[in-house]
């Protein structure tokens, strides 16, 4: 069983930054294509992005372009979510997922068997 570990979740102003980072607990994250999702009190999950297992794919949810950015280093077997300009209603918990596929990536959170407990990012002044 994979397990996913988030990190970099924290408080952050409004226009800020914070750079989340998902590892696997058995250092294996450079086999498997990685989504990224959160959820919010009170909503639905939804998804921010996707990485494919190479890096070489990437597809990030059309409302979160030019803010968000999903970046991977396979040397050090991690997985980045960079937000940027952050907003109020960003204020969630963000989770990563993994499938092992050659596939690019999906934003289908049902494609996804492992996940991460996620990481608490709050946007406040």
């Known amino acids: 069983q994979l397990q996913l570990v988030e990190s970099g979740g924290g408080l952050a102003q409004p226009g800020g930054s914070l750079t989340l980072s998902c590892v696997a607990a058995?250092?294996?994250?450079?086999?498997?294509?990685i989504g990224w999702f959160r959820q919010a009190p009170g909503k639905e999950r939804e998804a921010v992005g996707c990485?494919?297992?190479?890096?070489?794919?990437?597809n990030i949810v059309e409302a979160f372009k030019g803010r968000f950015t999903i970046l991977r280093d396979n040397a050090r077997r991690k997985v980045f979510l960079l937000l940027t300009r952050l907003k109020p209603e960003d204020t969630a918990t963000y989770s990563c997922?993994?499938?092992?596929?050659?596939?690019?990536?999906?934003?289908?959170?049902?494609?996804?068997?492992?996940w991460g407990q996620g990481t608490q990012v709050t946007v406040s002044s």
């Open positions: 997922s993994a499938i092992a596929t050659d596939y690019k990536c999906s934003l289908n959170s049902d494609v996804y068997p492992y």
């Open positions: 058995d250092n294996t994250l450079d086999q498997y294509s």
């Open positions: 990485i494919s297992r190479s890096g070489g794919f990437t």
